[in-house]
């Protein structure tokens, strides 16, 4: 089993629409939490992370950790076309590097 | 701030060809990393430094790969011969590795493309 599996996708919702993005991973020793946004023919950029279980909240975006069924997600409230992207999450314990996901293409129409 | 740099943002070679891929991190920034990016396997974590030093190349596929980072202003990864498979989009990352979360900038990336 890998560490970190992400469904590829992917995803098309209308402008508006919520969408959820997930990922589950095996090691309960995780710490650290986090959702990475790439544009086309861009690097990946931190889009916001959670540290243990809980929820965290910035704008429009919402990250989820349930560490007893070792998920996260991210849920996008009124999705725009500019949050067309490839969302890849990444975990990691303190002081070792970070394991990515393999990202979920999101194409938002309006 | 600049923000990472990476060059050259294209290359086109062909097989059995050296290939130098180059990294500026962000300044003040003590950890850097490489990564390729290939539709089949995601992102992958080639090798990573701290401080200069490397510290993790288990991800680096094979001989014909190495890296180098001289001073804590650039890095270098060499495909040394290349081969078709070695195509990918290779990113460079900084990072302030502050005790804790890690957060990593990335760079543009560069598309190699081996023919």
């Given at each position: ?83 067309s ?13 970070l394991i ?9 129409s309006? | 701030?600049?923000?990472?740099i ?13 290939v ?28 990573y ?31 040394q ?11 460079c ?9 890690e957060?990593?900038y ?10």
């Open positions: 089993q890998k560490e970190v599996e992400q469904d590829p996708g992917p995803l098309s919702v209308p402008e508006g629409a919520i969408v959820s993005l997930n990922c589950t991973y095996s090691n309960s020793a995780f710490q650290y939490f986090m959702w990475y946004r790439q544009y086309s023919r861009k690097g990946p950029e931190l889009l916001m992370y959670t540290y243990s279980s809980g929820n965290k909240e910035d704008g429009r975006f919402t990250a989820q950790v349930d560490k007893s069924s070792k998920y996260i997600s991210l849920f996008i409230r009124d999705s725009q076309p500019s949050d992207a490839t969302y890849l999450c990444a975990i990691h314990q303190a002081g070792t590097a990515f996901g393999k990202g979920t293409t999101l194409s938002v309006s | 701030d600049a923000g990472v990476q060059s050259p943002r294209h290359e086109v070679t062909e097989m059995g060809q050296e130098t891929l180059r990294c500026k991190p962000i300044s003040g920034h003590n950890s850097l990393f490489w990564y390729r990016q290939t539709m089949m396997r995601g992102l992958e974590l080639l090798i430094f701290n401080n200069n030093v490397p510290i993790d190349d288990s991800g680096m596929p094979e001989d014909r790969f190495s890296a180098k980072m001289p001073n804590a202003s650039f890095s270098t990864l060499k495909i011969p290349s081969e078709p498979r070695d195509s990918a989009v290779y990113f990352a900084s990072s302030p590795r502050a005790t804790g979360v957060t990593q990335f760079g543009p990336g560069t598309r190699l493309l081996v023919l």
